[in-house]
């Protein structure tokens, strides 16, 4: 009998089973898609190679191999330079770690600071590099003019630049040029010119403070526009006569080279805006603030005519505490204080004229003045508290500015200091003429519009102000020559009021709190809102009034119990 055959089993499948198979490898799959997305596996497809059939066969496969031995050698060369930067890593985190190796940085990091300090001496701000680059101006330059402020221009001279450039060979021409003529009575501008033309050729001067040509095309838009502003800042007096006069010395010159003319004065007189007015553009960088120029800067004015603008003369730290206030180069270094250059420069003052110039009431001191002035001004810290240290800084910038006007007036005798004579003298006027510069001088006057006499404040000058030449050496004057003394100003009960800053100092005083016995009232409940608000508030009362008591004066223990 013939055995039955077996039966296949049957793949027929529940639809459960084979739905959760299906499944499981889609699961998979995608799961594989996904590691070879991380490794960025990607089939390479075989090199089907060259045909037998192919022209130079030989040829090509020995450039494939060329090829290859290339791209080995370029392998290697990669492994060589990453095991070498590991070597360097590690050695680097050994070093770091032995201490011999962090005593050597140690050193190598005080010389480098050592260095620092040295070259510091010569940064941007600093008196050498200051120093050095007035004497490259006046060593240049054929004629040198030193800028004065009109409000003070005794003030404003320095005896020993004048002298250094009479004393340098090739006979170099100083003209003085009295700028900002617009912020003093014409009366007095008249007699300062008579006062210095005894000594030096003088040019009254009124530069322009509003300039808004940055560039020539500007300067060219604006005169094809034909639109002319003639407000008071942009208005410039004296340009036209100081240029024609530089333009009649290089014609006498003979020569077709163009003469270089130096601008030089103390930091705030108008150096840079005087270039900038007779260039009629802005040339040089001008600001409110000192020092603003800091290197020497040559400008072409025309053919024959090439300005030099140099940074500020250095005032000496002998000078007097007003003189130091006014001319000191306060942002290279702080010579002296703010508060204390204030308490100075009112001392020099008429006290009504100044609190009509400022609309203030009658203070007893320099602080109190600084309190009301910041109070109208609005120079305030946390808590209404006034900032006298902002309005001592910003009444200083008034005054070495544009803003105020005041005048000083000249001496009654006129004595030449110990570098000038009256031949020198009467012989550099020939030169220049002296019925030219008076001429000049009076239809430049003309045309400005200056203050009245009560409208602007008598200033006591203390005398020309020494300066810094050599890093920092300060020449002192001479033994002929008399040393400025301070003017008293105003009458003995004035002075009397008038006390030291130690004095001044404000004092606070606690309220001391009253006893609760003594009330017999039951206080009301605050809040802890009100409460922290209470802790936190401290009442205090600033005297202003000397170190003395007043007879007047009561105390809460005594009066009160």
Not at 76 to 90: S, V
Not at 214 to 235: E, N
Not at 333 to 340: F, I, R
């Amino acid at each position: 009998m013939k055995r039955p055959k077996l039966k296949k089993a049957s793949k027929r499948l529940t639809c459960s089973k084979r739905y959760k198979i299906q499944k499981k490898v889609r699961e998979h799959n995608k799961k594989l898609r996904k590691e070879a997305k991380k490794q960025k596996v990607r089939k390479v497809k075989k090199d089907p190679g060259i045909p037998n059939a192919a022209p130079f066969k030989e040829e090509i496969l020995r450039e494939a191999e060329h090829r290859k031995l290339q791209l080995e050698e370029l392998k290697e060369k990669q492994k060589l330079t990453k095991q070498k930067e590991r070597a360097k890593k590690r050695k680097l985190e050994a070093e770091k770690n032995d201490p011999a190796t962090k005593a050597k940085k140690a050193k190598k990091e005080q010389t480098v600071k050592k260095q620092l300090k040295s070259t510091s001496n010569k940064d941007k701000n600093s008196k050498t590099l200051f120093c050095s680059e007035l004497k490259k101006v006046i060593e240049a330059s054929d004629v040198i003019l030193e800028v004065l402020d009109a409000r003070d221009p005794l003030g404003c001279r320095c005896l020993q630049v004048e002298e250094t450039i009479l004393n340098l060979e090739g006979k170099k021409q100083l003209i003085l040029v009295l700028n900002k003529i617009d912020l003093v009575p014409k009366d007095n501008v008249e007699k300062w010119l008579k006062y210095l033309q005894n000594e030096f050729p003088t040019v009254a001067f009124k530069a322009s403070t509003q300039l808004q040509d940055k560039t020539v095309q500007q300067k060219k838009r604006r005169a094809a526009s034909g639109a002319v502003d003639l407000t008071k800042g942009v208005t410039c007096l004296g340009s036209d006569f100081l240029l024609q006069l530089l333009g009649d010395f290089y014609r006498s010159r003979g020569t077709d080279d163009a003469i270089k003319v130096g601008v030089v004065g103390f930091p705030n007189v108008g150096k840079s805006s005087l270039i900038n007015s007779m260039k009629k553009m802005r040339a040089c960088h001008v600001g409110i603030s000192r020092c603003t120029t800091r290197c020497m800067q040559l400008v072409h004015i025309d053919k024959s005519v090439k300005m030099l603008d140099s940074p500020g003369i250095i005032a000496g730290s002998l000078n007097s505490a007003v003189s130091l206030a006014l001319r000191s180069a306060s942002e290279m270094e702080e010579l002296v204080n703010p508060l204390e250059a204030v308490n100075a420069l009112l001392k020099h003052c008429n006290k009504q004229q100044v609190m009509l110039q400022y609309n203030i009431p009658n203070y007893r001191n320099s602080l109190e003045f600084l309190t009301l002035f910041a109070m109208k001004r609005g120079c305030l810290k946390k808590g209404g508290v006034p900032d006298t240290q902002k309005a001592a800084e910003t009444l200083l910038n008034d005054w070495t500015g544009a803003k105020v006007s005041y005048h000083s007036k000249p001496p009654e005798q006129h004595k030449f200091p110990s570098h000038l004579s009256e031949t020198a003298v009467a012989e550099r006027l020939k030169e220049w003429g002296t019925e030219k510069l008076e001429q000049g001088n009076l239809n430049t006057i003309k045309n400005v519009k200056c203050p009245n006499m009560a409208s602007s404040i008598v200033f006591h000058s203390t005398g020309p102000t020494d300066g810094v030449l050599d890093e920092g050496v300060v020449k002192e004057p001479d033994e002929g020559q008399d040393e400025d003394e301070e003017v008293e100003i105003g009458s003995e009960e004035e002075e009397e009021e008038e006390l030291e800053l130690d004095e001044i100092k404000p004092k606070v005083k606690k309220v001391l709190p009253v006893d609760k016995a003594s009330n017999g009232k039951s206080e009301e409940k605050t809040t802890g809102a009100q409460s922290t608000l209470q802790s936190q508030v401290v009442p205090v009362s600033i005297d202003f009034s000397s170190s003395k008591k007043d007879d007047d004066a009561y105390d809460f223990n005594t009066d009160f119990n």
